[in-house]
């Protein structure tokens, strides 16, 4: 098929899921529609309460006065908010570009190289795209549990002057830098994936397979863990439960998820995982040595992952506060625990510790601290990262054995074994008996006094297990369809020429 056909299904595709697939009516709802929602955290349904971190509100909109009394001037931006977030979102963006074509890059055969940077730096582009055309719209704008709606489409009525709510009531920032914020997440996840199947996998299936998977498991995710309409609409018990009403699904069970733990790392994972056994292996797989041909490019894009995931956690609560501290500290420290204990235990189990096993030891710690990052104490990040280090070198040597897979950058191994690790274990360590922050109560503007760490660890399960779900589904069927419209895999003689030549018609190196 020409590039001309491919790139004309895409479109057609594209547009075809535009006007099918999201067009479940909008649950009529009491309470009014917000214009913009912001999340990474979840909030119990029940008691109204609703964690004081990663999930933004609508724009916020102050509560109607009182017969006779003056009305409340609508907040305004706080400068050292708007300026942080700013400094987070460029952070984030980091992380992808360069942060995680180096680290990947390094991983893969000279040969292929350049194929990992061009697809990080493509998908980036066109997850951003999208993210403005619809995927913002879809993921924070009342729609149902499941789905957002069409309000925003392009954007349509954001200005320099749109404000969006945070944690705090009365508190705003500026909705364009929410958007902008959450996009590099979009972008940054979809990307993850294509370590699975790096060395392998048509430029043009990338593509298209990005447009499929953003849409249907990225968008209902971050939705379904992330939307609630703010801390502003939570005013008594009743005007509570309208709100939660309206939130995602998961939000609605009460799922933590500070940064990503779900939305991003076990989601991507998964995607990732299923295109290995779908793509199959790579020629020569258990036969030649797949030595990543420079540690060197792999340790600056892992310190670039983890410069930029200080972005990614810390800003994740919308303010420059307390709240950014612990998510700050707890990032550094989490990650400083994982690549301890995969350094040790590397070097217990195989005699030296590596240069790779460290860089791969700090992603498996801040893969796992982040759904946790502003919900745990200092000691609770600790542990977290220290079994995370372990954990996940078990996920690259002993699971991917029993898994059979040719998941090339051990993606699952990382991603989805330390995102399962750190959601499920937030619910332990979110405790205030442990250190944690516990769960806000925005009626009664304080933290609840009630929390269960059984009733939270199911809650946690729950939310990995949806994920679990939905992304395997979509990713099964999104690689199907791309199979069947222009193929999924390169030749042979392609692969074993490189993809850097054969793709792209350049190389990395002279």
């Not at 020409?2 to 479940?24: D, P, Q, R």
């Not at 999208?130 to 704008?141: D, E, H, K, M």
């Not at 258990?286 to 540690?295: N, Q, R, V």
Request: negative net charge; charged residues 10%.
């Amino acid at each position: 098929m020409s590039m001309k056909k491919m790139f004309s299904s895409a479109l057609a595709i594209g547009a075809l899921l535009l006007a099918v697939g999201f067009t479940a009516p909008a649950q009529a709802q009491d309470a009014p529609k917000p214009e913009a929602a912001a999340a990474t955290a979840a909030a119990p349904a029940a008691a109204a309460e609703a964690p004081k971190a990663d999930a933004a509100p609508a724009a916020a909109a102050p509560a109607a006065p009182a017969a006779g009394a003056a009305a409340a001037p609508a907040p305004v931006p706080n400068k050292g908010d708007t300026a942080w977030m700013l400094v987070c979102t460029a952070f984030v963006i980091l992380m992808t570009l360069p942060g995680l074509g180096l680290f990947y890059g390094g991983l893969v055969r000279s040969k292929n190289m350049l194929s990992v940077l061009m697809q990080c730096f493509v998908i980036f582009s066109l997850i951003y795209i999208l993210w403005f055309v619809y995927g913002y719209s879809i993921a924070f704008t009342e729609g149902n549990a499941f789905f957002g709606g069409f309000d925003r489409l392009f954007l349509h009525g954001l200005t320099g002057d749109s404000n969006a709510g945070t944690f705090s009531k009365g508190v705003v920032i500026p909705e364009l830098v929410f958007v902008a914020f959450q996009g590099a997440f979009a972008a940054i996840t979809v990307a993850l994936i294509i370590g699975s199947f790096a060395e392998r996998v048509k430029f043009s299936a990338v593509i298209l397979f990005s447009i499929l998977w953003f849409t249907f498991s990225y968008l209902p995710m971050a939705h379904m863990v992330w939307f609630w309409p703010g801390p502003d609409a939570f005013t008594d018990a009743a005007a509570a439960e309208k709100a939660t009403a309206i939130s995602g699904w998961l939000f609605q069970k009460g799922a933590l998820d500070y940064a990503g733990g779900t939305v991003v790392h076990i989601n991507a994972a998964v995607a990732g995982l299923v295109g290995s056994y779908v793509i199959g292996k790579r020629v020569g797989f258990g036969k030649e040595a797949f030595k990543p041909h420079s540690l060197t490019l792999t340790m600056v894009g892992a310190s670039l992952l983890w410069f930029g995931w200080f972005g990614f956690n810390a800003g994740s609560g919308l303010e420059a506060n307390g709240g950014a501290a612990l998510a700050f500290v707890n990032t550094i420290l989490a990650t400083a625990a994982a690549v301890l204990s995969w350094s040790f235990g590397e070097w217990i189990g195989k005699g030296k510790p590596s240069m790779l096993g460290a860089a791969s030891g700090a992603v498996a710690g801040l893969v796992a601290i982040t759904p946790a990052a502003g919900f745990v104490g200092v000691i609770g990040a600790v542990v977290l990262g220290l079994i995370a280090g372990l954990l996940c070198l078990w996920g690259v040597t002993g699971l991917k054995k029993l898994l059979g897979s040719d998941d090339a950058l051990d993606v699952f191994g990382v991603h989805g074994v330390g995102g399962i690790l750190g959601a499920i274990l937030t619910g332990v360590f979110a405790s205030p008996s442990l250190g944690g922050t516990g769960i806000y109560d925005y009626v009664a503007n304080a933290v609840s006094p009630d929390y269960s760490i059984g009733g939270q660890v199911w809650i946690q399960f729950q939310g990995v297990l949806t994920t679990l779900i939905l992304s395997g589904v979509v990713s099964f069927i999104a690689y199907k369809i791309v199979d069947v419209v222009i193929g999924l895999r390169v030749t042979e003689e392609e692969e074993r020429e490189g993809l850097d030549i054969s793709s792209h018609g350049e190389s990395a190196y002279h």
